[in-house]
């Protein structure tokens, strides 16, 4: 009996030591390296993800694109992406396939994109590391689709009345300049050799620019066109007697209608003409007595009436070096191709470069992977000839 107890005493020991070793081992291959504030260098994962889709109300007609085709060309992009950081580190490459070939306004031309995120690591309770919630870090190819790039321009609205002043058509909210649709550039041009425009965000301090654009079109032409001072004064000077018009009309039928109310505004009426006689005066000054280089320059933003007629000012000021309008090149786009062929393709890149040895460092890393290892010249390749 002691035997027998002596031999289960031992066998006790050799289990708890076979035990202790393996935990032991276990818990020096899966360390977790929480918590610590600094996960740059835990190395992530490429893998798809189906939460970055947001497929408009608008559809492509069917049988006017090959998703097959669509799919391999946004694989392609994958696997530059791929090539350019290999083993994300500091956070997962989470990558979503849009092949709905949908749009949210009728004015843009169908496409299909490819969208990268790239949340970071946290330790959480228990000490793992798990991913992030959406950071803002992500690298997206529009092919086809120039909507998130640029932003159409509100036509500007006489007040007290629903009326705008610009309009393409009367069903439209958007600013437009001899029937074509005017856009704004937010984003500061930085260079174009020949077939790639790069953009920046706009950044008014000495920061570095955490948005990225890449324009990849057709060599020799351009996507789009800046709006001139000149095209755009010319249909200005119209629209303030258009804008005059409809305005005093409606202070006059407010004024029957409500006498004590609009007495100020339309006892004042006199006073606005005058304004508005100088407000065209200043538009023809420009007009004639400016150079053509001048008179060249791209647009920044609209004129607003109601400043313009008010402004002290002798000659028109315009701001420079802000945002930019312009009008999409309309001919560029070969209609009777199929939509899944590639006629430009515009890259985005958001990462901000602050944090280049901190614990944001992995945002950086993102970026710089991106900017120096994607191919440009084989995306490029990648459009019709």
Not at 86 to 96: D, V
Request: charged share 25%.
């Amino acid at each position: 009996m002691k035997m027998k107890s002596q031999n289960i005493h031992k066998v006790s020991i050799l289990l708890g030591s076979i035990l202790f070793v393996l935990v032991f081992n276990s818990f020096g291959q899966t360390a977790s390296p929480c918590p610590t504030d600094n996960l740059n260098n835990y190395p992530g994962t490429w893998k798809h993800f189906s939460g970055y889709s947001a497929p408009g109300h608008l559809k492509a007609e069917p049988g006017s694109y090959d998703k097959t085709a669509a799919d391999a060309n946004l694989q392609k992009l994958l696997d530059l992406a791929k090539k350019a950081y290999p083993k994300p580190m500091g956070g997962n490459a989470n990558f979503t396939k849009h092949l709905d070939f949908s749009n949210v306004y009728d004015y843009l031309p169908f496409g299909h994109k490819l969208y990268i995120g790239h949340p970071g690591f946290v330790c959480t309770v228990g000490d793992k590391v798990t991913e992030t919630f959406e950071t803002g870090v992500y690298l997206g190819f529009h092919i086809n689709n120039y909507g998130p790039f640029v932003f159409p321009v509100n036509a500007p609205e006489v007040p007290g009345t629903e009326q705008l002043i610009g309009v393409i058509d009367e069903s439209d909210i958007f600013y437009g300049i001899n029937g074509k649709r005017v856009f704004l550039i937010h984003e500061n041009f930085v260079s174009s050799n020949g077939w790639m425009d790069h953009y920046t965000e706009k950044i008014y301090q000495d920061e570095i620019p955490r948005q990225q654009w890449y324009i990849i079109r057709r060599e020799n032409t351009p996507l789009f066109s800046y709006v001139t001072r000149k095209e755009y004064l010319t249909q200005f000077r119209e629209e303030i007697k258009t804008y005059t018009d409809i305005y005093m009309r409606h202070v006059a039928d407010e004024y029957k209608k409500y006498p004590e109310s609009y007495r100020q505004t339309y006892d004042g009426l006199d006073d606005y003409r005058k304004r508005v006689q100088n407000a065209i005066r200043l538009v023809d000054d420009y007009l004639l007595n400016k150079s053509e280089d001048e008179l060249g320059k791209p647009l920044s933003e609209l004129i607003h009436f109601e400043v313009l007629l008010y402004s002290e000012d002798t000659d028109l000021k315009f701001r420079e070096d802000r945002f930019h309008l312009a009008f999409f090149n309309e001919e560029y786009l070969d209609k009777k191709l199929p939509l899944h062929i590639p006629q430009f393709i515009i890259v985005e890149l958001s990462a901000p470069a602050h944090d280049k040895s901190g614990s944001d460092a992995w945002k950086y890393n993102f970026r710089n992977k991106m900017m120096e290892g994607l191919d440009f010249k084989a995306i490029h390749d990648m459009l019709v000839k």
